[in-house]
């Protein structure tokens, strides 16, 4: 168990519909990151939290928005879902930036049909 | 640009041999290069990083390389288990940012036993 704790961990939803993916970071881990991984596209950077303020943003697409929480939780809202958006979604902590490393949850395995 | 190449892409070695990864990156900027690894059902994990202000950096059967001049980080496994079977990403800070991560495509090593 790395600390940082995903939910749920699969999930099959259909085209056009929304979804909320939770994430709970590792106790005292003030920043919050989510990643996209797809079998072509490996791992890709969507957003950073730290202590409930956005710090960047990557290839995100407009449909999708996260937020973190006063108590530290962060979730990703998907929405529209098309059958692309199919794929394996991490999120990841660390105490302070990118820069002394992350830890990541086991991941969110989501499937649209 | 804050891409980093990893090669090669798949690796199968006997037990007991070595496996070497290596990855190349092109800002200069970059100060910190962690390696991961990701077991089947399960989110990466980090293994061994390096900083910018050293050359190379072990942990028991595990070795990173950085050579900043030619701009490329190796990982090195040495006396090869079935246990280490898995996908190996490199990642980089790019910018030297504290941000994010920036990711290579990953490079599936399989350990015959």
């Known amino acids: 168990d790395s600390g940082v704790t995903q939910t749920p961990k699969h999930l099959i939803t259909a085209t056009g519909q929304r979804v909320t993916l939770r994430c709970s970071p590792r106790?005292?881990?003030?920043?919050v990151y989510w990643y996209q991984q797809s079998l072509d596209q490996g791992l890709q950077f969507l957003i950073q939290?730290?202590?409930?303020?956005?710090?960047a943003k990557g290839n995100i697409l407009e449909r999708f928005s996260a937020q973190q929480f006063p108590d530290l939780h962060s979730e990703l809202n998907l929405s529209s879902l098309e059958l692309g958006d199919s794929a394996l979604y991490f999120c990841?902590?660390?105490?302070?930036?990118?820069?002394?490393?992350?830890?990541f949850g086991s991941g969110t395995r989501l499937t649209v049909v | 640009g804050e891409n980093v190449e990893q090669h090669p892409s798949t690796l199968s070695v006997q037990e007991g041999d070595s496996a070497v990864i290596k990855c190349t990156y092109s800002?200069?900027?970059?100060?910190?290069f962690p390696w991961y690894k990701q077991e089947l059902g399960k989110g990466p994990q980090l293994i061994i990083d390096?900083?910018?202000?050293?050359g190379e950096k072990k942990d028991q059967r595990i070795a990173v390389t950085l050579n900043k001049t030619a701009k490329h980080f190796s990982l090195h496994i040495t006396e090869t288990q079935p246990e280490d079977s898995a996908v190996y990403f490199c990642?980089?800070?790019?910018?030297?940012?504290?941000?994010?991560?920036?990711f290579g495509k990953g490079t599936l090593l399989t350990v015959n036993p």
């Open positions: 939290y730290y202590n409930g303020e956005e710090r």
């Open positions: 990841a902590s660390s105490a302070q930036g990118a820069a002394a490393g992350y830890t």
């Open positions: 106790s005292g881990d003030l920043s």
């Open positions: 390096i900083r910018s202000n050293v």
């Open positions: 800002d200069s900027a970059s100060n910190y």
């Open positions: 990642a980089h800070n790019s910018g030297g940012s504290n941000y994010k991560l920036t």
